[in-house]
């Protein structure tokens, strides 16, 4: 989701990290990126197979002199090649199920060190099997959050339409194409646009 208050509200229970090493997989255009980069004194690195939304991504880093704290990558999770060395935080906003939970999931908590988290916002589709992957691996949700098609719209989807639809901002119909597309999908059926974010500990 492009706006952070639910991410900030899995986050604030947290312990803090000493100068926490994280990734963003699928950052997308950066919205939570940034946020983290605020919130955290660490590295962050910001993947995406998407040129075009990390473009936006590397825009906004230079426009908030924030640089030096984040290192973007123009790559597939799947081949990103790093030190032995593993994160203290990864957060996966819609990656999961781009590729898959089960596959996807457990090639990320690879990544993860023993103690650290990995924050997923996911569909909220075949929770109970979802869990089912997470203790099978060493894992456990420590919080969760669900966010049901109300919150899409009243949060989102909803505020965005209202912007697109003023006569000032008719440049915005083409960024924000596939935005589009995503709202006549929500009027057709809202109940396909339920989420939840889990935050899960690798122990
Ligand atoms: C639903 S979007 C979420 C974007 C952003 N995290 C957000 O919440 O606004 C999913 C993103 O995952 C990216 N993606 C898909 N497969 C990927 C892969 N194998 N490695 C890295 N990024 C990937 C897509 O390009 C897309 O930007």
């Known amino acids: 989701m492009r706006i952070v208050k639910y991410l900030e509200q899995v986050l604030n229970d947290l312990t803090e990290f000493n100068n926490p090493k994280i990734l963003d997989i699928g950052c997308g255009s950066g919205v939570p990126t940034l946020w983290l980069a605020e919130k955290y004194i660490g590295t962050i690195t910001a993947i995406d197979t998407d040129k075009h939304l990390l473009g936006f991504l590397e825009h906004k880093i230079q426009r908030k002199k924030t640089s030096s704290k984040i290192e973007t990558k123009n790559v597939s999770f799947f081949d ?18 781009v590729v898959g939970f089960e596959m996807g999931f457990k090639r990320v908590i690879e990544k993860i060190k023993i103690g650290g988290y990995f924050i997923i916002h996911d569909e909220y589709k075949d ?65 396909l646009f339920k989420s939840i974010y889990y935050v899960v500990l690798k122990y």
């Open 80 to 97: 990103l090649v790093t030190a032995s060395e593993c994160y203290d935080l990864i957060l996966a906003e819609g990656f999961l199920n």
């Open 127 to 191: 929770h109970d099997s979802k869990i089912a992957i997470i203790d099978k691996n060493n894992c456990k949700i420590v919080n969760s959050l669900y966010l049901d098609e109300t919150i899409w719209w009243r949060d989102f989807y909803g505020q965005l339409e209202n912007e697109i639809n003023k006569p000032e901002n008719t440049h915005l119909r083409n960024l924000f194409i596939n935005e589009i597309k995503e709202i006549d999908q929500y009027k057709k059926n809202p109940s």
